[in-house]
């Protein structure tokens, strides 16, 4: 394992992601977990990330120093490397020369640190600070330098300390993954033996045991994070586990079919299908608010679970799809925090049903749960499905929701994801949908007039979903998706392509 202590970067997730890439186990803490809780991971090395404090501040965020008397390897990135010369008696100042964005350094000298990477031309690397070192500590020695940055890279070989001024888990720095997997693996000797297949078997037997002969109810939506944590507690616990899939009537073309299907038919789960649609039709008819159609769909949705969970006797685990980012999220680099954010999770549940969590993809990465799909057997039309809000079409379709909106929106929906899969951009893009829009414009179909609604076809790229861009689709290719949709839908006349990046937009309309 390697630790990585979170200093408030931007980047921090990045670097473990890469890692992990390298089938290296990865986790990040906040920068404050006690010394005696690092030891008892027993890790290969620790990374002390980057940070939006000033090392100078009174309040900076700071570490035991006696981290450095371990005998364990450490890399210092940026604000990480600052703290590391500050608390060894280096010096750090203010500079009038900041460094943002890409820089190129040289390197100084042949180190494995640099194993792999040519020492003869100038490196480009990604800056981002304010302070720089200007004296290092006694015993480290420059590995590179730049115009501004004099100790872009050092190192006390004899400690295993390193540090760096500049960011390697980004892509704007060449040879950035090099840099890392020289720590990770010549400098750290760690082992690339963590792959989903250890992982499903270990979790799978780490489940049987934390559960035992419980019962374990899970909330089903059909996504890949539900179906995947229901599928893995499934192998686990077999008929132990009762699923409870609520269809609200805002899901996708055939979708609650086929949810039945996979879990009831295919996995012989045990599987309480509720039909809530005309439930949740009646609590939206007459708003058009965003966010009021979002708390009504998701209290509704809490209101109906509850009642049902009521009725399943001697349930003693509830089964959430919590994933890694939802669990960093809800511990602050300022400090540990109790509250994971409740719109990934059954949040406001009654304490009175007594249940203890059990979350199995909680040390994963999305990217990492889909490979942990494929490991457990399931289709990769499922496993790689674009994602879905929690509310639906409810948020799709703008304005009031009606039945008959939500049945333009589900044919016009269905041929967008038809034609993107066809053209074989499906897996290349994060996410593509169609919305309807509350809008009418006069159009000519035939020799008649119509007077019809709009469709607007959103398709971007992300890596996050933290920000994201529309793609460039091909012109026939935005023509076929058109023709098909007015072709074939009824009460739709026109559409229209988003090409909104985020930001200034979102992904979604609502």
């Given amino acids: 394992m390697i630790i990585i202590l979170d200093f408030g970067s931007q980047y921090t997730q990045l670097i473990a992601r890469r890692i992990r890439e390298h089938n290296v186990y990865c986790e990040i803490h906040p920068f404050n977990i006690p010394l005696s809780d690092i030891k008892a991971f027993n890790p290969k090395g620790i990374i002390l990330s980057g940070g939006p404090s000033s090392v100078l501040g009174e309040t900076s965020p700071s570490l035991d120093p006696e981290i450095f008397q371990w005998e364990i390897p450490i890399l210092g990135i940026c604000y990480g490397l600052q703290l ?108 690339p033996d963590w792959d989903m297949e250890s992982f499903k078997e270990a979790k799978i037997k780490e489940l049987a045991e934390q559960v035992g002969n419980e019962k374990v109810l899970c909330a089903l939506s059909g996504g890949v994070d539900s179906t995947v944590t229901a599928v893995l507690l499934h192998k686990a ?92 999220e809800s511990v602050s680099f300022k400090g540990p925090s109790a509250v994971i954010k ?25 990217d990492e749960v889909r490979e942990l799909g494929l490991a457990l057997g399931l289709d990769e039309e499922l496993v790689f499905r674009h994602p879905f809000p929690g509310p639906g079409l409810g948020i799709r379709i703008l304005g009031e929701v009606s039945q008959e909106k939500i049945k333009v929106l589900q044919e016009a929906d269905q041929i967008v994801m038809e034609e993107i899969k066809a053209a074989g951009y499906y897996r290349q893009v994060w996410q593509s949908f169609a919305v309807l829009l509350p809008i009418r414009s006069v159009g000519v179909m035939g020799d008649a007039r119509t007077y019809d609604w709009t469709i607007a ?47 200034p937009g979102t992904i979604e309309w609502e």
Wanted: net charge neutral; charged share 25%.
């Fill in 342 to 366: 409740s719109h990934h999770n059954v949040g406001g549940l009654p304490e009175d049903m007594k249940m203890s969590l059990v979350e199995p993809l909680r040390e994963l990465f999305k």
């Fill in 84 to 191: 590391m010369s500050k608390l060894l008696n280096g010096k750090v100042e203010n500079s009038n020369h900041s460094e943002y964005g890409r820089t190129e350094i040289e390197i100084k000298t042949n180190n494995r640190f640099f194993n792999e990477i040519p020492s003869t031309t100038p490196l480009t690397v990604w800056m981002s600070h304010g302070d720089r070192v200007v004296e290092i500590p006694k015993g480290f020695e420059v590995l590179a330098a730049s115009t501004n940055s004099p100790f872009a890279a050092v190192a006390d070989t004899k400690r295993n300390l390193y540090g760096i001024q500049f960011h390697p888990e980004v892509t704007h720095t060449d040879k950035g993954i090099q840099i890392l997997k020289n720590f990770v693996f010549d400098i750290c000797e760690s082992s």
């Fill in 457 to 503: 076809i959103r398709c971007v790229s992300s890596k996050d979903a933290m920000t994201a861009d529309w793609v460039q689709l091909p012109y026939d290719l935005l023509g076929k998706i058109s023709n098909r949709i007015i072709n074939e839908v009824q009460k739709i006349n026109r559409v229209v392509y988003d090409i909104t990046s985020k930001p």
């Fill in 237 to 328: 616990i077999g008929d132990n586990l009762t699923c409870i899939f609520v269809d609200n009537g805002l899901l996708r073309k055939d979708e609650a079919k086929k949810v039945v299907a996979l879990f009831e038919k295919h996995y012989q789960v045990n599987l309480v299908h509720i039909d809530a649609s005309q439930t949740f039709w009646d609590k939206l008819k007459g708003i058009s608010d965003p966010e009021q159609k979002r708390k009504i769909i998701g209290n509704e949705f809490i209101a109906i679970f509850e009642k049902e969970a009521k009725k399943l006797k001697g349930i003693n685990y509830l089964a959430q799809g919590t994933l890694y980012p939802d669990v960093i």
